[in-house]
């Protein structure tokens, strides 16, 4: 499991730049789905922060979303002037570094555009996984847009 190592490696190293690596959170157990994070976590599974990716043309980006959340095919279009259309796992894999149910906005191999949906704005703190399935770390909403280098909120779940 090298990728997994150095996927949860590269989000340790990012945020040992701002002294925060203890923040990370390693469980025994799968936090892959939305619910199993919850469970783990003991949080209602809404405060789960998701991490989607995306292609607008050829650029990727992600967008982290409210774990209940989900995309709305229309508000999604209107905001991006485009169909949303997912990253397929190998593309989610080559882009961020991280495979599926540990994908994060942090520790990224190179900068992606990273959007907050507005789903996530009812919860003080959201946990999103940290670049493994058995990683997350726990971030109030205003060190999420810091640390995820957000490039803006956006509303785009029904």
Not at 47 to 61: R, V
Not at 86 to 101: F, K, R, S
Request: some cysteine; charged content about 30%.
């Amino acid at each position: 499991h090298q990728e997994r190592y150095m996927s949860l490696k590269a989000v340790k190293d990012y945020f040992a730049k701002f002294d925060m690596e203890d923040r990370i959170i390693v469980l025994e157990r799968s936090t892959a789905t939305v619910e199993d994070a919850a469970r783990e976590h003991d949080v209602d599974p809404d405060q789960i922060g998701k991490t989607l990716a995306f292609k607008l043309d050829e650029t990727p980006i992600l967008v982290v979303v409210a774990g209940k959340a989900r995309i709305d095919n229309r508000k999604y279009k209107q905001h991006f002037s485009r169909k949303a259309k997912m990253l397929n796992p190998d593309e989610v894999l080559q882009y961020t570094g991280h495979a599926i149910g540990g994908v994060c906005p942090f520790g990224l191999p190179a900068p992606l555009p990273v959007y907050l949906d507005i789903s996530i704005q009812k919860h003080r703190e959201i946990i999103p996984a940290a670049g493994d399935r058995y990683s997350a770390i726990r971030l109030s909403i205003a060190e999420l847009e810091q640390y995820a280098r957000s490039s803006g909120w956006v509303d785009v779940c029904g």
